[in-house]
Structure formats: structure tokens, C-alpha cells
């Protein structure tokens, strides 16, 4: 059975970081493109960040680019995501997902896409 669960959410002053994690487990990693998506009260789930299979492409959302920075530990089947000068429109719950039929070089952003969830953690960026 495979389950996505992430850590490291919490409050955070703007300007702030936070780094999230994503540990996987029922799944060979190294066979998925991983993605962080988030999503704020009130709005739908947006894409932010992801890699692809091959470990070699990563992708991001206009909005974080240059401040977010996602990572994958193989050998510990996590996958990051380093939040960096938090702003309060980051405030969401802020979900790990995982795609297996994706081409290996390939990073999705669509959420209809991946295959497995997590739970969610919440980000919270005050002013």
C-alpha cells in the first residue's frame, strides 16, 4: 500500500523558511515523478514544484520560483521541498503527490495526473 506523508508545516513569519518533507513508503521512488502542490481556503490545488523520474528536471510555479527549491533523498524515499522567503500568499495546506506513467524526463503539473496523495501540512506565513 502506498503512502505519502508530509512533515514540516507550521507558522512562519514572512520572510521566513520552512523546509517540508515528504516521506514515501510502498512504492519503488526511484519509478515516480514526485510534485508539491498546494492549496489555499477557498481556491483549487495548485501545482508548485515537482521533479521528474529521472531526478534530472525539476519544475516550478512562477510564484515560488527562485525561492522554493525541491530535492529527492533516494535512499530515504523523501522527497523536499526548501521554502525560502515566505510570503503570505503561500499560506495553504500543502500537499506530496506521485506519478508513475509519466514519461521518465517529463514534470506534470496537472493534478488529474498523479496517482498517489498525502495527507496534507499546513503553511501558515503571517505578516
Known amino acids: 500500500q502506498v503512502q505519502l506523508v508530509e512533515s514540516g508545516g507550521g507558522l512562519v513569519q514572512a520572510g521566513g523558511s520552512l523546509r517540508l518533507s515528504c516521506a514515501a513508503s510502498?512504492?519503488?521512488?526511484?519509478?515516480?515523478?514526485m510534485g508539491w502542490f498546494r492549496q489555499a481556503t477557498g481556491k483549487e490545488r495548485e501545482f508548485v514544484a515537482g521533479?521528474?523520474?529521472?531526478?534530472?528536471?525539476?519544475d516550478y510555479a512562477d510564484s515560488v520560483k527562485g525561492r522554493f527549491a525541491i530535492s529527492v533523498d533516494n535512499a530515504k524515499t523523501t522527497v523536499s521541498l526548501q521554502m525560502n522567503s515566505l510570503k503570505p500568499e503561500d499560506t495553504a495546506v500543502y500537499y506530496c503527490?506521485?506519478?508513475?506513467?509519466?514519461?521518465?524526463?517529463?514534470?506534470?503539473?496537472?493534478?488529474?495526473?498523479?496517482?498517489?496523495w498525502g495527507q496534507g501540512t499546513q503553511v501558515t506565513v503571517s505578516l
Open positions: 521533479i521528474s523520474r529521472s531526478g534530472g528536471n525539476t
Open positions: 510502498g512504492l519503488t521512488f526511484s519509478n515516480y515523478a
Open positions: 503527490a506521485a506519478n508513475l506513467m509519466v514519461p521518465y524526463f517529463i514534470v506534470p503539473r496537472s493534478t488529474e495526473v498523479y496517482d498517489y
